[in-house]
């Protein structure tokens, strides 16, 4: 019984199916495994600060709610999620965010990734098309590929997508007859390049939305992060015919670890994707969604999230400042209004995969920005990102990749 | 920007994929409104009783775990779930299961209903074939549909399914060039039949596997509530060829609320579910996981599912008593061994969804046995569970369904 063949391995390879044949792990994933290593000083993940993570609260609430009422907070919860967490959340949307949803129009996920799944699960069919930025979250692309769909990349610059290239694309998909079913965009402090849509494009974009008629993915999990400048409206907020699924997240305002985000849409559209929750995990975690709730309850969620963008302004304030000081006038960056990236250009000749492995046998890392592109593009490009590291890892890492950067110019 | 056009909305949907306009809630879904009720008489879910769920243990762990560790607790965790727990489940499975397996061929996941999903993903296309039992768990089937695969149909007896209809399936299958991907099988306490499969069948099974070529989705969430008889060994532990991917879950046996389960395959299979995890939702929940893993360590697991496992044996001869007392001899129904269900039938000519209505107007409910039956049948049985509802629930629920019983048989 403990001892098997290990025969018959390649033919039950023949059982997997068309995605899971061509399924590989994200390069990101890979450079993971070295990134862990003690004493390495990463710039590389866009995990939070856990220095900000609200332990003590959590543990407060956690303790009354198991002590009054286990039964219920440790039940299974509907596919929906929590009703009273769902009042909150049309509340938020409402007051915060100038969206009128009500209870059946939001759906709570097991974190933003799983509403972006359930959204291409309704929306999408093998040979579809979804246009995507350049660059942009591979955890996005990743959903879009797995329905047996094609993203197909549309330019960004520093004020986000690029409304005259997305119109291009679309007319030409068109004339080859490509089914485009969607535009995934991260409007606010996109990961990984940091640009934010701009109104007037976001007004665009709805317009060619109306015209070619398609979905928008509005992948939105930093909008709160926002340190200066003003908020601009969602898509959702401003969309006049339902297009928008608005995905949210509390992993970067809350906590990760809980795995909690949100998706407001179109009732019918809502309706579908808890259809497909049923059968993907039945629901969410209940003694999360009960800790969350009481968290938002009095305003604390509120109050924390201006807490923590002070927090991580001195941290994205900081790392610009030692860029300034360490790295060449060759290499340009942009400046985030908000989120946790700043996405940096070297000239064209430099190779930001070799200069990652160089970082990496110094302990630094970074997640090299050809990782986002779809199209093979940005091997002079890197992400770097100021929200978990400390403020001395993030100094020593600048100076490292400066001083990187420079011996490749000489 | 308040305002919404409700014109377009057929439009829309016209953007909608294949699975999502083919996708039907429940039947079952349909009713819990109706059952949820105040004052209900429940015998329809399957939930657990939340009198036995260790809230006061889950507080005292989750209060130490969060106020001296809540950066790492409260943080995104791997896509394969944390190490330390997966180490104790390979422990787990080698001493209480006689399964050989590493970390590696172990992925936690938001309970066994997501192992499923994934399992699914990584081996169905649309056109493939799966083989359920008539009747299962409709889970399993809608994960199958939900990939473009059929569910076809195949007899179970109180030993489980039938492996001669099983073959007769599969070579009619195979005459058809219809290609067989899986079996999908409830082997301990099914649900809804409460049958068990015997080794005999199993053995069989597992030659019908290598013969003709398929995996054995071995969905297990009961195994670990028998309440008497020997053990029978997994299918995955008589598994010489590493067909089987064997799908547990922490909802029956620990809490649902927390959404854990764990499965186990060979480890190519699992890279593969890990692969499709990352654009599913990333990762599970890390301070469930942490919770469980100190839950299972000093054996607290293990000593809590014998409590619990007295406790389901007591509801379980509670309600047989009961419906001794007040079933008409034209009803038969098992004794299960374990687990929550007993699947009772009735005489042909009697409709179990019509009984239902009826017992719903009079405050009681329970799941017609039609929901679990893909091909139509079993109009004439109904599930009833003695988990949740307690001893004075079931005494007069099961009182009501025997007079109704007897009113239709006059």
């Known amino acids: 019984m403990l001892t098997k063949k290990k025969e018959g391995k390649q033919d039950l390879d023949q059982l997997l199916s068309n995605a899971a044949c061509c399924s590989q792990p994200s390069a990101i994933r890979e450079i993971c495994k070295l990134i862990n290593r003690p004493g390495m000083r990463s710039l590389a993940g866009g995990w939070p600060d856990p220095n900000v993570f609200p332990g003590k609260e959590i543990a407060a609430i956690a303790k009354g709610l198991l002590e009054m009422n286990a039964g219920v907070v440790l039940q299974y919860g509907t596919t929906e999620g929590l009703l009273e967490l769902r009042a909150q959340l049309t509340d938020w949307a409402r007051e915060k965010e100038f969206i009128q949803c009500a209870q059946d129009d939001i759906l709570i996920t097991h974190g933003s990734a799983q509403a972006m799944d359930l959204a291409c699960r309704i929306l999408l069919d093998p040979g579809d098309v979804v246009l995507v930025e350049l ?8 959903a879009i590929r797995s329905c047996g769909a094609e993203a197909v990349g549309v330019k960004l610059d520093q004020h986000g997508l690029d409304p005259d290239d997305l119109e291009v694309q679309l007319k030409q998909l068109n004339k080859q007859r490509r089914r485009v079913k969607g535009v995934y965009v991260i409007p606010n402090f996109q990961n990984p390049t ?22 928008i993915l509005e992948d939105d999990p930093y909008s709160d992060l926002r340190f200066e400048g003003e908020k601009i409206p969602s ?38 994707m808890v259809v497909a929750k049923q059968f993907v995990d039945c629901a969410t975690n209940t003694l999360s969604q009960y800790i969350l709730l009481e968290f938002i309850r009095g305003g604390r969620l ?23 000081k360490h790295f060449p006038k060759a290499a340009t960056w942009n400046r985030p209004q908000g989120g946790f990236f700043i ?3 070297l000239p064209e000749h430099l190779n930001a995969d070799q200069l990652l492995l160089e970082a990496i046998e110094r302990n630094v890392a970074f997640v090299a920005g050809s990782s986002f592109f779809i199209n093979g593009q940005g091997r002079n490009t890197l992400r770097l990102s100021y929200s978990q590291a400390s403020p001395s890892e993030i100094e020593a890492a600048i100076a490292e990749i400066g001083l990187l950067i420079k011996k490749k110019l000489t």
């Not at 974009?205 to 015209?211: E, F, G, K, V």
């Not at 297009?243 to 909690?260: A, D, E, Y």
């Not at 509120?302 to 300034?324: C, P, T, V």
């Open 135 to 142: 660059p942009t979250y591979f955890g996005g692309v990743g």
């Open 235 to 272: 898509l959702r907020a401003l969309d006049q015919s339902e297009r928008v699924i608005h995905m949210r997240s509390f992993s970067k305002i809350f906590t990760p670890g809980m795995r909690l985000g949100w998706v407001t849409a179109k009732t019918d559209f809502i309706r579908k």
């Open 302 to 324: 509120a109050e924390r999230i201006i807490g923590n963008n002070k927090h991580y302004r001195a941290k994205r304030d900081f790392m610009l400042s030692q860029m300034e």
């Open 343 to 345: 996405f940096v250009h």
């Open 194 to 215: 940091g640009a934010t849509l701009s109104l007037e494009r976001r007004k665009r974009l709805l317009a060619l939305a109306d015209q070619y008629h398609f979905i």
